[in-house]
């Protein structure tokens, strides 16, 4: 297969080298990883399942011995793993993780790992809800962090895209971050390639903008790609039409944290003439597939860094064509180890890919859609709740389990709480008080504490959403 890639340029870490380069110590493992990513993805399927195996019987063995969730519930050993079927019915024998398990073992700290191999790095710490408004806590370690940048550096890879352009991105930033009419702007496209790429400029719009700024933002800033959420792409593809502002340098559009659906794609297309790419990624287990860069929309699981299991309720895996409950593996975080855990999303099986990639095939993902928020004065805005939101969430109410916000009218907010025994005076107080404090002073907030949480029509528990009738 024929790929037309723009150079990339190595930096050298080392004084008097300039080229070839010589990369620091963490660029080297990155480059590692990535020369062995460009090999393994034309493995054949059955090799990449065995090389798996191998990793995921290091994974269990280390998370029996250091945490303390895992020491009953995983098997002593797995079977060989060139003994496909039985290690496949011994893995799938493994109970389902479940976010309240996770939840209820974090709060006595029993899903850390007490210790870290050496060389593994330190514990770092992330809020996420995943949509289903269920906060859990995520530790991952910094070799996780290099595995993850080796998948954000293929993606580019994948859909040939040179470094040297502008990203532009507009996604939840923290409160008061980004903010416009500025946003944020730096030199380097982050973390993924610090060090060791030469790349153009990073700049970001807080995802709370309202979405006729956004395009205005967008059109100054010019960029070569775009990054956001599907709902605020096509929401900007019709500002920007409607006020006739133009992208011409625009090259990719880059679709994270929610379900791209056709539909979208499509749109977005159409109002600005360049292709989506799709991304399957989740704050907890990181990248689950990328899209292929020869037969979208086809998605590929990203097996050198997760296992993922698509199963039926009753376990049995999901053939081609099927639709399923997503289990996610984690393969390299060590720190807080996620053992088949259901991350709350359901995704259809695909086929073998015709582009020869011997990883698994997503050809559809389900159940991860949001409503936005309806502002007193006109307009909407993203709700979408950032770590340092969900931790200060956790903080004011610390027996919460589950929440859920209603937007009731235009200038009123229920925020509904599931908790550990019965929720107090000043947590309802505190509780209210951060909902005004992130959506704004302008609603009424009522506080109600629940037994249980109401589902969608779809079944899926859902963290936002908006109960009033459309504007005409
Ligand atoms: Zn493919």
Same mark, same amino acid.
């Given at each position: ?51 798996? =195996? ?64 050496? *060389? ?9 809800? %995943? ?29 040939? =895209? ?24 730096? $030199? ?30 967008? !059109?100054? $800033? ?26 011409? =340098? ?9 379900? /791209?659906?056709?539909?979208?794609? &499509? ?22 597939? /990328? ?13 050198? %860094? ?14 081609? *064509? ?33 582009? *020869? ?9 389900? *159940?991860?859609? $949001? ?42 907010? =229920?925020?509904?709480?599931? #908790? ?5 005076? &000043? ?7 951060? #909902? ?12 109600? #504490? ?6 969608? !029509? ?15």
């Amino acid at each position: 297969m024929h790929h037309d890639r723009p150079p990339i340029d190595v930096v050298s870490a080392m004084p008097g080298i300039a080229w070839p380069a010589l990369p620091s110590a963490p660029g080297a493992a990155l480059l590692a990883l990535l020369f062995q990513l460009e090999g393994t993805q034309w493995w054949p399927a059955e090799r990449i399942a065995r090389a798996q =195996r191998r990793q995921l019987a290091a994974l269990v063995e280390h998370a029996r011995a250091e945490v303390p969730f895992y020491a009953t519930r995983l098997p002593a050993a797995l079977p060989d793993p060139g003994d496909a079927a039985a290690w496949e019915a011994a893995w799938r024998a493994i109970p389902v993780l479940t976010r309240d398990e996770i939840q209820a073992a974090d709060a006595s700290e029993s899903m850390l790992a007490h210790r870290l191999p050496p *060389g593994h790095g330190e514990y770092r710490e992330v809020f996420t809800s %995943g949509s289903t408004g269920r906060p859990v806590r995520a530790v991952r370690s910094q070799v996780w962090e290099l595995a993850w940048s080796a998948f954000t550096m293929r993606d580019h890879l994948w859909h040939r =895209r040179d470094l040297t352009g502008t990203m532009a991105v507009i996604r939840e930033s923290g409160h008061g971050k980004a903010a416009y009419p500025d946003g944020d702007s730096q $030199q380097g496209w982050g973390f993924s390639g610090a060090g060791l790429f030469e790349s153009g400029r990073l700049v970001s719009l807080n995802v709370t903008t309202p979405a006729d700024r956004q395009a205005e933002w967008l !059109a100054r $800033q010019d960029p070569d790609y775009l990054l956001s959420h599907p709902s605020i792409l096509v929401r900007l593809a019709a500002e920007t039409r409607a006020a006739g502002l133009r992208l011409p =340098r625009l090259r990719q559009v880059i679709a994270i944290a929610e379900t /791209l659906r056709p539909a979208a794609r &499509a749109a977005i297309e159409a109002a600005w003439g360049v292709p989506v790419i799709d991304i399957y990624s989740t704050r907890e287990a990181g990248y689950l597939a /990328l899209q292929c860069p020869d037969h979208p929309p086809h998605v590929h699981v990203q097996s050198e %860094g997760v296992r993922v299991d698509v199963e039926h309720d009753d376990g049995r895996p999901c053939a081609p *064509g099927e639709t399923g409950r997503v289990l996610v593996t984690p393969l390299h975080n060590l720190a807080m180890p996620l053992v088949r855990y259901d991350i709350g999303d359901a995704a259809e099986v695909g086929p073998p890919c015709p582009c *020869g990639r011997g990883m698994p095939v997503l050809t559809r993902i389900l *159940g991860r859609r $949001q409503n936005m928020l309806r502002l007193p004065g006109g307009g909407r805005r993203w709700p979408l709740l950032s770590s340092g939101d969900l931790g200060a969430l956790v903080a004011a109410v610390p027996g919460l389990r589950q929440y859920r916000i209603v937007q009731t009218a235009i200038d009123a907010l =229920r925020l509904e709480i599931v #908790a550990i025994g019965p929720l107090t005076e &000043a947590e309802a107080a505190a509780a209210a008080g951060w #909902a005004r404090a992130k959506f704004g002073e302008g609603f009424a907030v009522t506080v109600q #504490a629940l037994a249980e949480l109401p589902r969608s !029509a779809a079944g899926k528990a859902e963290d936002f959403v908006c109960d009033i009738p459309d504007a005409p």
